[in-house]
């Protein structure tokens, strides 16, 4: 395998606090080593404009805690087709770049996998807050939006108990309620909604009853934004179902993307910054670091791209106990 002395690197898909933390690794460890490193904006869409500059440790400074990318990042129908793919290939070349490390998605790592056979040595590092990767228990982002999650659902819980109020608390996740679920638990919901378990609203409606029954002076239901029911739809179910609380609907929707990385996100963001980049100077490619228990380490980006993460129904089974 030829010696890597340039590396690209590009964030692509939804923006996720700790994206720029990973930059920040990425590129100083590559300087560190020796290598020049090219900052690639607009994740794939600017890879095909041949949108890149080389980057120095200083443009990297004072990033760390700041959410976004300042790479910035978009989504690319182009680069899905196999002549946007060549023309990214040729891209590269012509700026004589030896290896890539994509931070993003699943779909990013779809279009990681495109370059890698058309013989790119590529490492992914996973960044998305929705947690639907296969291959890593973290991806980076997932931490922040989720305390981003607990603070608003404690904000709301101290207003839906001074009004005897339900709130239906909308979080992300289009096709994984790992959001969801977990907020169920570390928010103290009553009811948890998700893609994976679907309900019918008339089990909601006596879960919420039941509560106010039990005395309690709020309910908090989070709906996954991917769940079987719509948050409005079960809002005027429950108005017209008269289920003792009044309801109110709040969407959290961006919010959940925004904000400084935790410390647990950077340190992740850090570590797989960091890794990506050895894994490609020794030689590894096709792989994604994944958190797998408390180490980082390469997973195959085959599997990461064809393998469905399960759901984390234990959790959910935990929030619906804990809410009695
Ligand atoms: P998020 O989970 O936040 O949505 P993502 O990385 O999954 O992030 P996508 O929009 O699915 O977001 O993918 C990002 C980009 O990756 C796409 O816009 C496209 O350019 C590229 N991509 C996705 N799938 C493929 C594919 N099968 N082949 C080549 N490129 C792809």
Known sequence: MAEIKRIAVLTSGGDAPGMNTCIRAVVRTALYNGCDVFGI????????RNDMALLEAREVGGIIQRGGTILGTARSDEFRTEAGQAKGMQILKSHNIDALVVIGGDGSMRG???LVKLGLPVVGVPATIDNDMWGTNMAIGVDTALNTISDAIDKLR???SSHRRAFLIETMGRNCGYLAVMAGVIGGAEVVLIPEAPV????????????????KTHSIVIVSEGANVLTTELASA????????????????HIQRGGRPTAFDRLLASRMGVTAVDALLAGQTDVMMGLRGREVEPVP??????????????YYEMAKMLAF
């Open 112 to 114: 990681a996998r495109a």
């Open 158 to 160: 101290d207003t839906a």
């Open 238 to 253: 429950l108005e017209q179902m008269d289920v003792g609380f009044s309801t109110r609907i709040t969407i959290l929707g």
């Open 41 to 48: 904006r607009d994740g794939y869409e600017g890879l095909l």
């Open 301 to 314: 980006l085959a599997d990461v791209v064809s393998k469905q993460r399960e759901a984390n129904l234990d």
């Open 200 to 215: 019918t609203i008339e089990e909601v409606a006596a879960k919420v009853e039941d509560a106010y029954k039990r005395g």
